[in-house]
């Protein structure tokens, strides 16, 4: 079957901008949450999208944000990139809660702030 | 405040010879516990994983030990594989909360042949 696809996988954008990533989950997973991947950090929770509606939120500041579609498929923006931005963004997928089972990621977006 | 710790950042061991990953938290309210390796490019896959009802869960050469009073969990790999070489992430959510799961900031194994 099909893994979990983000696009773009490689972006790199100007401090100020604003960008969108997109995520195409495991057909039939509904939940669909976003991570950012840091090297000092690890893996920060962003939020989670169940049947279109935000489920979760992380701790992160109102720049940014997501959205999940009728198909599952799901955007996340950031606005007023700042160059701590830069980041490895995971998106992952679940047929349920994640945690028995798992999430399935996908290779992620490795966006680069300049 | 980090909920998950994983205080070794990386680790060396010999083909053939036995991995053990080492994992703490401190959120007792935390009773499902999961492994991840992560290749370089690639996103995390999740490994194993264990609930708090049990102290160990095994799967082919990886094996996830729990003690819930000592608030550690350790994945063993035995034997050890080149191929193992990679970022192991483990992992800690609670059921009963918002069951999203909190990250530790990963131990790089390195493998030797």
């Known amino acids: 079957k099909a893994g979990v696809t983000q696009t773009p996988r490689y972006l790199i954008k100007t401090r100020g901008q604003q960008v969108t990533l997109s995520c195409s989950p495991i057909s039939g997973h509904r939940s669909v949450s976003w991570y950012q991947q840091t090297p000092g950090q690890g893996l920060q929770f962003l939020f989670e999208y169940f049947s279109e509606t935000q489920r979760n939120k992380g701790n992160f500041p109102g720049r940014f944000s997501g959205r999940q579609f009728s198909n599952s498929r799901s955007e996340m923006n950031v606005s007023t990139l700042e160059l701590g931005d830069s980041a490895l963004y995971l998106c992952?997928?679940?047929?349920?809660?994640?945690?028995?089972?798992?999430?399935?990621f996908g290779s992620g977006t490795r966006l680069t702030v300049v | 405040d980090q909920q998950v710790k994983q205080n070794s950042p990386s680790l060396s061991v010999q083909e053939g010879r036995i991995s053990i990953l080492n994992c703490d938290y401190t959120n007792s309210m935390f009773d499902y516990f999961l492994w991840y390796k992560k290749y370089p490019a690639e996103g995390p896959t999740f490994l194993i994983s264990?609930?708090?009802?049990?102290d160990k869960n095994e799967d082919g050469r990886f094996t996830v030990f729990l003690n819930k009073s000592a608030k550690h969990l350790s994945l063993h790999i035995v034997p050890s594989q080149p191929g193992d070489s990679a970022v192991y992430f483990c992992?800690?959510?609670?059921?009963?909360?918002?069951?999203?799961?909190?990250f530790g900031r990963g131990t790089s194994l390195i493998v030797h042949p």
């Open positions: 992952a997928s679940s047929l349920g809660p994640p945690f028995s089972s798992g999430y399935t």
């Open positions: 992992a800690a959510s609670a059921q009963g909360g918002s069951y999203i799961p909190t």
């Open positions: 264990i609930s708090s009802i049990k």
